[in-house]
C-alpha cells in the first residue's frame, strides 16, 4: 500500500528537506506541503492523505489545534497525525496527542526513524518510540492533578478485567506479541481484545488507548 503523505512545516527548507527524504522511499507519496496549521487544513481537505507530518510550532495555526480541528472534522476518516519536535518533553506534544496525534518523532531522528514511524502511524499498530512515548506521558501526567479524567474513567469501565489488563500493557508500550507472552495467549487473542478495546474507548490507535489509560489513572505515573 502506497502511503499519501502531507508535509507541515512553517521552515521552507526544513519542510522541503523532509518532502525529498520521504520521497525517496517506494510505498511513500508525498502529495502535497503546508507552511502552517490553517493551511493544513485546506491542503488535507483537497487531497486526503493517509498521514500528516505536522510540525508542533507553527505561526497562524499551530500542531495542535490542527490536529484538533483535522480530527473533529474528518472524525474516523481522519489523516493520522505524526508530530515533529525539537524537543522531546515540549508540553505541546502532549497536548497534541491529547487532540488525536498518533505519535511524535524529533526532528533531528535518522530517515530510517522517520520511515518507520510514518509506516506505523499508517497501519495504527504501535506507539512512536514506545519508551519515549510513555515517559512523555508520565512526565505530564505527574505534573496534573492526581484526579481521573471523568470521560476517560467512564470509558474504562466499559471494559472487561482482562480488556483493563490488555489497555495497561498498551499504556506501557507493549506490542501484541509482548503482551501476548506476558498474559500467556495468543497474538491473535491479544488483537482482538486490542479491536475490542479500541472500540470501546473510541481511540484511533494505540496512542490514544494509551493517553486515555493514563487519563483514566490506569496507569500510574513512573511505575511499572
Known sequence: MTIRLVVVDDQMLVRRGFTSILASEDDIDVVGEASDGAQALTVC???RPDVVV?????????GVEATRQLITEHGEDAPRVLILTTFDLDELVHAALRAGASGFLLKDAPPD????A???VAAGEAL????????LLDHFARAETSTPSAAAAEAVALLTERERDVLQLIARGLSNQEIGAAMFVAE???KTHVGRIFMKLGARDRTQAAVIAYDARLVVPGTD
Not at 510540525?55 to 497562524?60: G, H, K, L, Q, T
Open 45 to 47: 481537505r483537497d487531497l
Open 54 to 62: 505536522m510540525d508542533i510550532r507553527m505561526p497562524v495555526m499551530d
Open 113 to 116: 526513524d522517520l520511515f518507520r
Open 118 to 120: 510514518v509506516r506505523a
Open 128 to 135: 512512536i518510540a514506545p519508551s519515549i512515548t510513555r515517559r
Open 188 to 190: 491473535t487473542t491479544v
